[in-house]
């Protein structure tokens, strides 16, 4: 588009050109007016064409005229008029209707701020709140006039009114309107952000060893003694003392009396059961070692080394058999027997401890053990990870016979 700044400067290309004592008119005017000429033909219509054609001629003859007489007050005059139409063109701009949001971008359904200024002063000038692109008959009772209310109050030029409920995440317009029409005066579109969803914090991966390491680490020191070692193994394997002792002789690696990490590690990656094999040794001489809790002690009574297969068809016979039994081998051999078969019975849940030991399935790792008393014998079942059980339920177990753990009085068992 072309404005009256175009053909000052053109004007002002001429002035200063014919400065020039060297300048000769009849070569520079053709081109002066080729250029006025491309910008008169971009204005709108025949008539002001012609009329901005005649005056720029005018001009151009003027400008020659002042400056072959008097080229010093044509420059001053050329000045004024250039500040004349700067100081038109600031307060046409000044005057022009602006809106603005604040904050720029609320938050959801949170009041924010419509400033205005050089709006109409008519008392029902209005601002309405739109869906971007809606029509606007369709402000969904989202308006306020200039006065801040949707009572007719005061007429203002400038200010500012507040949305107290705020909208919800989109793109919206703000716009105002002349009167209670729809005179469009100005508008601006802003946008309100939906939430971010909070940051997911990812677990730290759990080492179950570890984990296993610090339940039986009562003290807190970094390792296991005699003591914890003998808890810790007798929660997975029934040991007598002086099979504790031997696995601790065989890897306290650094001969410190005490089962650290490393070496706790590899006890749980051992096979155990060559500990427990019964021996004459054992059976005549047994070895004292420290406990907490002192197990049954293998009496030197002469007893078969053949435990007689008995089906047992429920918990109550296995504790009858058991009790026939002298040695504690015996004891561990005829439970070894029951492995394959599969014991029901109903478990009032009394009490849940994580389920620990050596090799678990994926299925069980991390899983629950349940504990309680079935026949008022003590009981726990290792129940696979992906039940979800809770202290005081009663649930029916199908499951076969992992050991008897005498220490803690209690048959271990795991669901099938």
Same mark, same amino acid.
């Given at each position: ?114 400033? #205005?200024?050089?709006?109409? +002063?008519?008392?029902? !000038?209005?601002?309405?709140? @739109?869906? $971007?692109?809606?029509?606007?008959? =369709? ?121 650290? #990490?490393?070496?706790?590690? +590899?006890?749980?990656? !051992?096979?155990?059961?060559? @500990?427990? $094999?019964?021996?004459?040794?054992? =059976? ?133």
């Amino acid at each position: 588009m072309v404005s009256e700044s175009d053909f000052i400067a053109a004007f002002q290309a001429y002035h200063d050109a014919l400065e020039d004592p060297a300048a000769k008119i009849d070569t520079i005017r053709p081109l002066v007016n080729q250029h006025l000429e491309g910008l008169i033909v971009r204005l709108p219509g025949v008539t002001v064409q012609n009329a901005a054609r005649q005056r720029a001629m005018v001009e151009l003859d003027r400008i020659e005229e002042m400056t072959k007489e008097k080229s010093v007050d044509a420059a001053a005059e050329i000045k004024e008029f250039e500040e004349e139409v700067r100081n038109r063109t600031r307060i046409e701009e000044s005057q022009v209707p602006t809106l603005f949001v604040e904050p720029e971008n609320p938050d959801p359904f949170t009041p924010f701020t419509v400033g #205005f200024s050089d709006a109409s +002063a008519d008392p029902s !000038a209005w601002i309405g709140i @739109y869906p $971007t692109g809606a029509p606007h008959g =369709e402000h969904g009772s989202n308006w306020l006039y200039v006065s801040g209310t949707n009572e007719m109050g005061e007429g203002r030029t400038a200010g500012s009114v507040t949305f107290g409920e705020g909208r919800p995440p989109g793109d919206f317009d703000a716009r105002l309107f002349r009167n209670n029409g729809h005179e469009l005066m100005a508008s601006v579109t802003f946008t309100i952000l939906a939430p971010e969803p909070p940051a997911t914090i990812e677990d730290e991966p759990v080492d179950p060893l570890q984990d296993a390491f610090n339940v039986f680490d009562r003290d807190g020191k970094g390792t296991i003694d005699l003591i914890e070692l003998g808890h810790m193994i007798n929660a997975v394997s029934e040991m007598s003392p002086e099979e504790v002792g031997n696995v601790l002789n065989d890897y306290d690696a650094d001969g410190d009396g005490v089962i650290n #990490f490393e070496e706790f590690k +590899a006890i749980m990656a !051992a096979d155990l059961s060559r @500990y427990t $094999t019964p021996t004459k040794e054992a =059976e005549s001489e047994p070895i004292e070692v420290r406990s907490v809790e002192e197990p049954e002690q293998e009496e030197s009574v002469s007893e078969p080394d053949v435990v007689i297969s008995t089906l047992a068809s429920s918990i109550a016979d296995v504790v009858s058999h058991l009790d026939t039994l002298k040695l504690f081998g015996a004891k561990r051999r005829y439970i070894e027997s029951l492995s394959d078969e599969v014991f029901d019975f109903t478990l009032k849940i009394e009490k849940m401890e994580k389920t620990i030991g050596i090799r678990l399935t994926n299925e069980f790792r991390g899983g629950e053990t349940c504990i309680g008393m079935v026949d008022d014998i003590g009981v726990g079942v290792r129940m696979p990870n992906t039940m979800e059980l809770s202290i005081g339920q009663e649930v029916f177990v199908e499951a076969k016979l992992l050991e008897y753990r005498s220490v803690v009085k209690r048959f271990e068992f795991e669901h099938l």
